[in-house]
Structures are given as structure tokens and as C-alpha cells.
């Protein structure tokens, strides 16, 4: 599959208080078909937070991220700190798995189709293949589970709840039965030990979360309901994924937050009916911010909105067009529900 580079200028302005990045798409002009790898003094091979759950560059921010079938296959739109870059990858059909599948701190761009990852990697522009799972698994699981610091490509398998990892450290088969039909998995690295647990959501009107914690043990936590979009994420910055949900209640969406700190409930009025739920770190503040992303058939009003916990204030950048799919890490491809 190509891939290649397109830089457009981006202005900001501040209005009311609240920063706008106003993408000018007409001043687009294409530069390279192959960009180069960033100087390896830049690159990072610490973990990444919990929070920032789709950094493509580097920077421990989530990243403005949409995927449009642009008739030849799918194509990727990602903002960047100089701007918009575009890459040819996947066809329509795929699931998104956007994961650090080579350890360099940055995010790769990855499709699964049928039981194949498909991977460019960012450290050195190769592309790479992965075949695993079966074509009715679930790859969204795709996470570090062997804490090596790489992405392990996985698959859950809905039929009887059983997780298939291939670890990345040593190629083992990792085969563990967590789950049953109907439930919905959402892993994390919930003990904070810097390897994703295997957890599931199960149970309806209210939910349970079934956690298998890769230091302590299995855990229950009641949290939310079977109509909720799981949102998991570092809300307060412990270094522990937190088990989070977002209900549409009327014309409005909340999030319901559980701090793996002390237990307590943190909510979040943020969003409006049919907006798309995109948890990320946005403001690099090692939080994840309450944000969604709304699609609008007006052009230039497709967009993410953006609740900071650094300052409490709104971010609102103007990405994407009806019928993209947003990028996000949590699920593929679309909010997991």
C-alpha cells in the first residue's frame, strides 16, 4: 500500500477565550510521497501514558485523526505540529488498530482485515504484516501486554470470550478465556504496571466490569450501564487506566468516571446526541480529557470538541467531513459500545 505526505497551514485564533485551529484545506500542497523518519534524537522509547492513547509524532498528545474512504482505499488524515499529513492505507471493510506496534514512542498507522494486521511502522517506514486471529475476532484488543513497550498483536474472540495475544518480546502465544458471549472487552492498564489487563463489561440494564489485573489479582467494579460507551482513560493522572463510561442522556452526553485513585465518581457534562466519544490527552498534561467528535453535513464544521483538565477550557478543532471515521484507540473502528 502507498502512503504519502500533504502539508496545509494552519492558523489559530482565539475567540471567546477558547483556541480554534482553522484548517485552510485550500492551500494544500503535496511536498513528499515517502516522508522520512523522524532524527532518532527525537524519537521517544519511554512508555507512553494511559492518557494519550493516539500519538502519532511523538509528542504524548492524542492527535486529530480521521480515515476517509477516498474511492481508491481508505486514506488518513492526521494533524501534526506543522501541520496535516495524509497517508494512503487500508481499504474499506478494515478495523483500525492504531498502536505502537515498534516501540518507538509514536504511534503507528495499522488496519486489520480477515485476520491480518496490516503496519506501517513509524521508526523506519517499513511495512509490516501480522497475520492473527480469524476473521470474526475482534482486534480492537490490540495492546502491550507483555509491558515491552511494543504493541502485541490480539484478537477476542466473541464467540466464548477468549483472548489470543502473540506477545511482541518473544513471539509466545498468550491464550487466556476471560469473558462469555455478549460481553464487551476493555482492556487497560488498570494496576498501573505498565501491561494492558485483560477486562471485559458484562451484564445489563447496569454493567459490571470484569478486571484481570496482571498484578493483583481479578476485580469487580459496577460502573454504568450496557447502553453506555466505555471511555477508559487516565482522568486523574495516577498512571492507571480508569474505568469510565459516557451516556447519552437526552440531547446531551456525560461521561462517568471512576478514579483508580481513591474510587470516587468524576463526571463530565460533555457532547450532544450522535457525537462520536474520542478520550485522549489532548492538552499533554498526562490527564485524559472528556472530548467527542461531531460530524456535520456543513462543510468546515466537522470537528472535535475538547474538555481540558488542565485549565477546564474548550478545545474546538474544525477535522474531518460526514462520513469519515474518527481515529481512536479505544476501539475500531468507530466508540466501542
Known sequence: MSRSVVWILVAVLLLGGAVYLMVRSDTTTPISTTPAPA???TRRTVDRPAAAAVDFNGDLRSDWAVVRDTGNG?????????GMRTHAWGQPGDSLVPRDFDGDGWVDIAAWRAGTFYVQQSSDNTNRTIAWGLPT???AITADYDGDGKADAAAYRPGDGTWLVKKSS????LSQAWGRAGDVPAPGDYDGDGRADLAIRRGSPQSTFHLRLSTDGDKQIVWGFSGDTIATGDYDGDGKADVAVARTEGSSVTFYIRRSSDGGMLTRSWGQQGDIVVPGDYDGDRKTDAAVWR??????ASGFFVLKSSDGRTLMQPWGQQGDVVVTAAT????RR
Request: charged share 15%.
Open 39 to 41: 532524527p532518532a534524537a
Open 332 to 335: 475500531s473502528p468507530v466508540a
Open 137 to 139: 475476532d475482534d482486534p
Open 74 to 82: 481508505l486514506t488518513w488524515f492526521i494533524a501534526g505540529p506543522n
Open 295 to 300: 460530524a456535520s453535513a456543513k462543510a468546515g
Open 170 to 173: 518473544d513471539g509466545a502465544l
